[in-house]
């Protein structure tokens, strides 16, 4: 699903300060600046580690509705056994899978128990050990939108430019595996794409339109969520996707905000910043510009009926599967195996319950970076915006990892 979320090494930090070079030498840069960012011994990055545990140490174990899981589950599977490098590992669970009543939480509860073993989720970071990291949330919202401009529907959604270059590092370095850098060619030479302020703003930016929205800040609250839904003057409802994204970083306009003094840190929330836009709407294109990261859509054709996606009914995440409400979570892939179960100990941010539940990894984003840390898929629309809005909890993973099976590899 997400948004500007899949950013990893952006042509704006490889071509900084003006400096720019002939496409011929790209594959030098591109491999000094894998070369800087090698940890030296006074810099060593936060390393992950797994510790082994029962299964009672998981809180909420036994008394998760695990059914309400199974169909996130059956979708990782159609995934994974997708994959010639992960078949090997997920071969025996999910065939498993199939003979399992999808009603029965028991039945469910002793198949995980027999396939799987849990592991927690630890980082060590300069000698010291946590458990604990955060846990946001995101959703896929519904605007109102339109096929045409008019004096209402005047913030369009783009799709994705034909002049938009992404070199993928690992097919020049396979050590930069998950890295990217996007930009554009002029002449011979790779500058970085149009910011968020030049595409805005008149730069010479030729992608084409594919809806238009009635909110400037809802526009820019769909980019961060990097899918959602639209409804249309007519009554009918689309659906757009992630396509890619500018290759610039995100830069949190609530970070923004708070420096400002606009906004007290203990109060920023989605809620509160969008309520800074009403009150201060000239002021408002400069505060988006603050974030250069842009994000470019697809329109996405609904699930055959009586599907198990039709049945899902949510956004496509970086797994390539619909996202189940509640139950599927963004991870760092750099850290964390995508399409994998966890385990999750949060707290629902809506009365300040336990959140301890199954869930399964089946999205990433530029923005959740780190072995603790998860994005939290709400579900579609208001609602589910008003929860994740306000999702930022502490948490605790556990991976849960078929039994004779070697581990992933740690970062």
Same mark, same amino acid.
């Given at each position: 699903?997400?948004?500007?979320?899949?950013?990893?090494?952006?042509?704006?930090?490889?071509?900084?300060?003006?400096?720019?070079?002939?496409?011929?030498?790209?594959?030098?840069?591109?491999?000094?600046?894998?070369?800087?960012?090698?940890?030296?011994?006074?810099?060593?990055?936060?390393?992950?580690?797994?510790?082994?545990?029962?299964?009672?140490?998981?809180?909420?174990?036994?008394?998760?509705?695990?059914?309400?899981?199974?169909?996130?589950?059956?979708?990782?599977?159609?995934?994974?056994?997708?994959?010639?490098?992960?078949?090997?590992?997920?071969?025996?669970?999910?065939?498993?899978?199939?003979?399992?009543?999808?009603?029965?939480?028991?039945?469910?509860?002793?198949?995980?128990?027999?396939?799987?073993?849990?592991?927690?989720?630890?980082?060590?970071?300069?000698?010291?050990?946590?458990?604990?990291?955060?846990?946001?949330?995101?959703?896929?919202?519904?605007?109102?939108?339109?096929?045409?401009?008019?004096?209402?529907?005047?913030?369009?959604?783009?799709?994705?430019?034909?002049?938009?270059?992404?070199?993928?590092?690992?097919?020049?370095?396979?050590?930069?595996?998950?890295?990217?850098?996007?930009? %554009? +060619?002029?002449?011979?030479?790779?500058? &970085?794409? /149009?910011?968020? $302020?030049?595409?805005?703003? #008149?730069? @010479?930016?030729?992608?084409?339109?594919?809806?238009?929205?009635?909110?400037?800040?809802?526009?820019?609250?769909?980019?961060?969520?990097?899918?959602?839904?639209?409804?249309?003057?007519?009554?009918?409802?689309?659906?757009?996707?992630?396509?890619?994204?500018?290759?610039?970083?995100?830069?949190?306009?609530?970070?923004?905000?708070?420096?400002?003094?606009?906004?007290?840190?203990?109060?920023?929330?989605?809620?509160?910043?969008?309520?800074?836009?009403?009150?201060?709407?000239?002021?408002?294109?400069?505060?988006?510009?603050?974030?250069?990261?842009?994000?470019?859509?697809?329109?996405?054709?609904?699930?055959?009926?009586?599907?198990?996606?039709?049945?899902?009914?949510?956004?496509?995440?970086?797994?390539?599967?619909?996202?189940?409400?509640?139950?599927?979570?963004?991870?760092? %892939? +750099?850290?964390?195996?995508?399409?994998? &179960?966890? /385990?999750?100990? $949060?707290?629902?941010?809506? #009365?300040? @319950?336990?959140?301890?539940?199954?869930?399964?990894?089946?999205?990433?984003?530029?923005?959740?970076?780190?072995?603790?840390?998860?994005?939290?898929?709400?579900?579609?629309?208001?609602?589910?915006?008003?929860?994740?809005?306000?999702?930022?909890?502490?948490?605790?993973?556990?991976?849960?990892?078929?039994?004779?099976?070697?581990?992933?590899?740690?970062?």
């Amino acid at each position: 699903m997400k948004r500007f979320r899949r950013f990893s090494l952006s042509p704006a930090i490889l071509f900084s300060a003006g400096f720019f070079l002939p496409a011929l030498f790209l594959p030098a840069l591109l491999f000094l600046a894998g070369c800087t960012t090698t940890p030296t011994p006074e810099t060593q990055q936060p390393t992950l580690r797994y510790q082994p545990v029962a299964w009672q140490v998981l809180p909420g174990w036994s008394q998760d509705a695990l059914a309400d899981a199974w169909p996130a589950w059956q979708m990782s599977c159609r995934a994974l056994l997708k994959k010639d490098a992960n078949r090997a590992v997920w071969e025996a669970p999910c065939r498993a899978a199939d003979a399992v009543d999808s009603g029965s939480t028991e039945a469910i509860r002793t198949f995980f128990e027999d396939y799987f073993q849990p592991w927690q989720v630890l980082i060590e970071d300069n000698g010291s050990v946590t458990d604990r990291g955060l846990i946001t949330g995101y959703y896929e919202p519904l605007l109102a939108g339109s096929r045409a401009p008019d004096a209402r529907y005047r913030y369009p959604l783009y799709a994705r430019p034909a002049d938009l270059l992404t070199v993928e590092l690992a097919s020049l370095y396979p050590e930069l595996e998950g890295k990217r850098v996007r930009g %554009r +060619l002029v002449g011979n030479k790779v500058m &970085p794409y /149009f910011s968020r $302020a030049e595409i805005d703003h #008149g730069a @010479a930016f030729t992608a084409t339109p594919l809806y238009y929205v009635d909110d400037a800040m809802a526009a820019f609250f769909l980019h961060i969520q990097g899918s959602g839904r639209l409804q249309l003057p007519d009554g009918a409802v689309v659906r757009l996707g992630y396509a890619d994204q500018n290759g610039h970083p995100y830069r949190a306009i609530g970070s923004v905000l708070v420096q400002r003094g606009e906004i007290d840190r203990d109060n920023l929330s989605m809620q509160t910043i969008k309520e800074w836009g009403r009150q201060h709407p000239d002021a408002l294109p400069a505060l988006l510009d603050e974030n250069p990261s842009y994000v470019f859509f697809r329109e996405v054709l609904p699930p055959a009926p009586g599907s198990l996606d039709a049945k899902i009914d949510g956004p496509i995440g970086a797994l390539g599967v619909p996202l189940l409400a509640q139950r599927s979570i963004a991870i760092d %892939r +750099l850290f964390l195996p995508l399409g994998a &179960p966890f /385990f999750l100990d $949060a707290v629902d941010p809506n #009365g300040g @319950a336990p959140l301890q539940r199954l869930t399964m990894a089946q999205d990433t984003g530029g923005a959740i970076r780190g072995g603790i840390r998860a994005d939290f898929f709400c579900g579609t629309g208001k609602d589910a915006g008003e929860v994740a809005g306000r999702m930022k909890e502490t948490g605790r993973l556990w991976l849960l990892w078929p039994k004779e099976a070697a581990l992933p590899k740690t970062r």
